[in-house]
């Protein structure tokens, strides 16, 4: 039977961030930032596990009470997001054709809606895909000078999010070497690996929180959530 699993990387230091520990673990109402990402996910019915991949070294984890009964650990991160889900993948079983939800654990304002859309969407395709937005405003690209050197048509150009949903043997596959630690993301990989990723309409609100002032607008959403 075709699973669903979730796997999160949080094995990386949130050095933009700034802050006295990785930003997964600063406070947002009340809980790290990183349980309201894992619990997005375990509240999706269709998903049996959520994975989440830590440094070896990972000196906070422990620190907190999580309490989400489909949470599995496995501190096998390395030092590039690939790696981590390179060893995620091994770590956790997946068979040949598991689905395997990628999600940053930065993005905690997943929605489950987000969620069960992208597991509808994708249940039949050949390749798996990923949450995107189309980019709705004008977009410039710069010169050296911090000067604009041209105007980039923004029809077809999508602002890609996570979760990113493949078959496991698939993702493996293309995160196989030291060429997949050059992507950002699992779809890149894809890419590389001979296949086209489907786009799927995600959310605003599923954004990435990366630096500070992003914690007052995520703190507004969840809020907004609860009440």
Known sequence: MTRYLALVPAAGSGSRFGGPSPKQYL??????????????????????????????????????????????VHRVGGASRAESVRNGLEA??????????????????LSVAAVERLIATLADDQVGGLLALPVPDTVKRADAEGRISATVPRQGLWLAQTPQMFRAGLLARALAGSVADEVTDEA???????????LVEGDAQNFKVTYPRDLALARAILASRKD
């Not at 309201?36 to 375990?42: E, G, N, P, R, V």
């Not at 509240?43 to 309490?67: M, N, R, T």
């Not at 079983?93 to 939800?101: I, K, M, N, R, S």
């Open 27 to 72: 406070q947002l109402n009340g809980r790290p930032l990183m349980w309201h990402t894992l619990q997005a996910l375990s509240q999706v019915e269709a998903i049996s596990e959520v994975v989440l991949v830590l440094s070896p070294g990972d000196e906070w984890f422990d620190d907190f009470d999580w309490d989400l009964p489909k949470l599995r």
């Open 188 to 198: 890149s990989a894809i890419e590389r690996h001979g296949h086209k990723p489907r």
């Open 92 to 109: 956790m079983a997946a068979g040949e054709q598991d689905w395997v939800l990628v999600h940053d654990a930065a993005r905690c304002c």
